[in-house]
């Protein structure tokens, strides 16, 4: 399938996700080269590549925690601003979970996921409360909600880190290597709240190495290599007849253990 087919699958959709010529260095390392992408709502993209390949940077761009040197983003018809409130505004509606969780170590699990919506939303902290629950038990771990971030498990802390984005309403969720850092038997409950994220709508880019859940939930791959988009296509295009010697390549790798 090329980009033009998969623009057209999804042209009856809003564009949520809009990067138009993106340009991105460091130093002298160009790790992201003239990006065109064009993710509509409630499209799941999964993003695969080798390590350096920009990935993680393309993810963190989208909510300028990288600034970018060329090009213009934006999210859900709005421009990331450079900077501001106005920026600080647009990246509430943009959910990001990361390798590490980033939870508030002197905060109970409850505080952590209702901090935001009450400093940045403004909401009640009654209703914030009630939301904060719903969703620990939305990601299966309501009973963990008085203890503290260092008494959970790794798993349960990135599921802890998830209910924390959705408490924000986002509008799309940013995934960045969300399991990377967990033990093999704690990465697939994780990973089932991400599908039944996918499962209910929720506009994602995830960036991974686990394959299981790029072929099971994605609507679409995204290859990277080199800091270039080489593949764009659906999960069983890319995992049965890619196109560039980079993903078979990467593939037989990967897939070769």
Do not use: W
């Not at 880019?205 to 609507?219: S, Y």
């Amino acid at each position: 399938m090329t980009q033009g087919e998969i623009t057209g699958t999804i042209a009856g959709a809003r564009s949520m996700i809009s990067m138009k010529r993106v340009n991105k260095h460091f130093g002298d390392l160009h790790v992201l080269r003239d990006i065109d992408l064009e993710i509509a709502t409630g499209q799941v993209v999964v993003m695969l590549g080798p390590s350096g390949s920009g990935k993680s940077t393309l993810c963190r761009t989208i909510n300028r925690l990288e600034p970018v040197d060329e090009g213009t983003i934006a999210i859900d018809g709005v421009p990331v601003p450079a900077e501001g409130r106005a920026l600080a505004r647009l990246r509430s509606d943009v959910g990001m979970v990361f390798q590490s969780f980033n939870l508030f170590a002197h905060k109970t699990v409850l505080e952590n996921v209702m901090l935001a919506p009450v400093k940045v939303r403004r909401i009640d902290r009654t209703k914030a409360k009630e939301r904060a629950l719903a969703l620990l038990e939305r990601v299966g771990i309501r009973e963990q909600a008085e203890k503290y971030p260092a008494q959970l498990s790794g798993g349960q802390q990135q599921r802890v880190a998830i209910a924390r984005s959705l408490a924000m309403d986002p509008k799309v969720m940013l995934f960045d290597e969300p399991t990377s850092a967990l033990d093999p038997e704690m990465v697939n409950e994780v990973l089932d709240v991400m599908v039944n994220l996918a499962k209910e709508g929720m506009t994602m880019i995830v960036v991974t190495h686990e394959m299981g859940f790029a072929r099971k939930a994605a609507d679409r791959i995204i290859f990277m290599a080199d800091g270039s988009i080489l593949e764009d296509t659906d999960p069983e295009t890319f995992f049965t007849a890619p196109t560039s010697d980079r993903a078979k390549d990467f593939l037989a790798k990967i897939l070769g253990h």
